[in-house]
Antibody, heavy 120, light 107 residues
Framework: QVQLQESGPGLEKPSQTLSLTCTLS??????????WSWIRQSAGKGLEWIGR???????NYNPSLKSRVTISVDTSNNQFSLKLSSVTAADTAVYYC????????????WGQGTLVTVSS | DIQMTQSPSTLSASVGDRVTITCRAS??????LAWYQQKPGKAPKLLIY???SLESGVPSRFSGSGSGTEFTLTISSLQPDDFATYYC?????????FGQGTKVEIK
C-alpha cells in the first residue's frame, strides 16, 4: 500500500527557510511513472500547487513561488524534499506531499499533511 | 495562471438529493480537470480525472462532465458520507491551479 509521510519542523521564524521531507513507503520513488509534488493549503488561499519533481531531477514550479522554492529528490532514501526560503506569515499552511501519475496527470496519493506555522 | 472558479461556494442538500457543482476555467483546458473531495483534517481524495474518468474505488454516484472551460461534478444521490468540501483542479498547464472549493452541507 502506497503511503506518503511529510516530516519537518512545525514552526519557522520569518525570513528563515522552511524545509520538509516526504518519505514514500510501499513503492519506489525512482520507478519513473510518477511526478512527486508539493501542495499547500491555507485558510486564506485554499489549495495551492507548489511544484513537482521527476525522478530525473526535472522540476516544475508555481511561478508565484518559483524564486523561493527548491524541490529535490533522494532516490537512495525514497524521499523528496521541499525548501521554501524567506518565509513570512503568508506561508503558514498545511503542506502536503503527493504523487502524480505521468500517464494521466492524476494526483492519486497524498500524505496526511503537516502544519507549518511561520511566527517569531 | 489559469484561474478556476467554482459555484456555488456552499450548497445545502439532503440525503438522496441530486447535487451538481460547477467549475469554470479562465481559458480552455480541454479535459485536463480533476475533482477532489476533502473532509476536515484530511487530505483531498481524488474522485474524477480527465474530466469524466472515475477513479478506482470511487462510488458510481459520482460523475464528471464537461470540456473546454465549463465542467460539472454530479452526485446522483447524496449519501451521509458525501458531506464534505469539493475542489476542481486543472492540469492543462505546468502550474496546476485549484478552484476555491464548494462545501456541501446538510440541509
Amino acid at each position: 500500500q502506497v503511503q506518503l509521510q511529510e516530516s519537518g519542523p512545525g514552526l519557522e521564524k520569518p525570513s528563515q527557510t522552511l524545509s520538509l521531507t516526504c518519505t514514500l513507503s510501499g513503492g519506489s520513488i525512482s520507478g519513473g511513472r510518477y511526478y512527486w509534488s508539493w501542495i499547500r493549503q491555507s485558510a486564506g488561499k485554499g489549495l495551492e500547487w507548489i511544484g513537482r519533481i521527476y525522478t530525473s531531477g526535472s522540476t516544475n514550479y508555481n511561478p508565484s513561488l518559483k524564486s523561493r522554492v527548491t524541490i529535490s529528490v533522494d532516490t537512495s532514501n525514497n524521499q523528496f524534499s521541499l525548501k521554501l526560503s524567506s518565509v513570512t506569515a503568508a506561508d503558514t499552511a498545511v503542506y502536503y506531499c503527493a504523487r502524480e501519475e505521468v500517464a494521466t496527470d492524476k494526483v492519486d496519493y497524498w500524505g496526511q499533511g503537516t502544519l507549518v506555522t511561520v511566527s517569531s | 495562471d489559469i484561474q478556476m472558479t467554482q459555484s456555488p461556494s456552499t450548497l445545502s442538500a439532503s440525503v438522496g438529493d441530486r447535487v451538481t457543482i460547477t467549475c469554470r476555467a479562465s481559458q480552455s483546458i480541454t479535459n485536463c480537470l480533476a475533482w477532489y473531495q476533502q473532509k476536515p483534517g484530511k487530505a483531498p481524495k481524488l474522485l474524477i480525472y480527465k474530466a469524466s474518468s472515475l477513479e478506482s474505488g470511487v462510488p458510481s454516484r459520482f460523475s464528471g462532465s464537461g470540456s473546454g472551460t465549463e465542467f460539472t461534478l454530479t452526485i446522483s444521490s447524496l449519501q451521509p458520507d458525501d458531506f464534505a468540501t469539493y475542489y476542481c483542479q486543472q492540469y492543462a498547464s505546468y502550474s496546476r491551479t485549484f478552484g476555491q472549493g464548494t462545501k456541501v452541507e446538510i440541509k
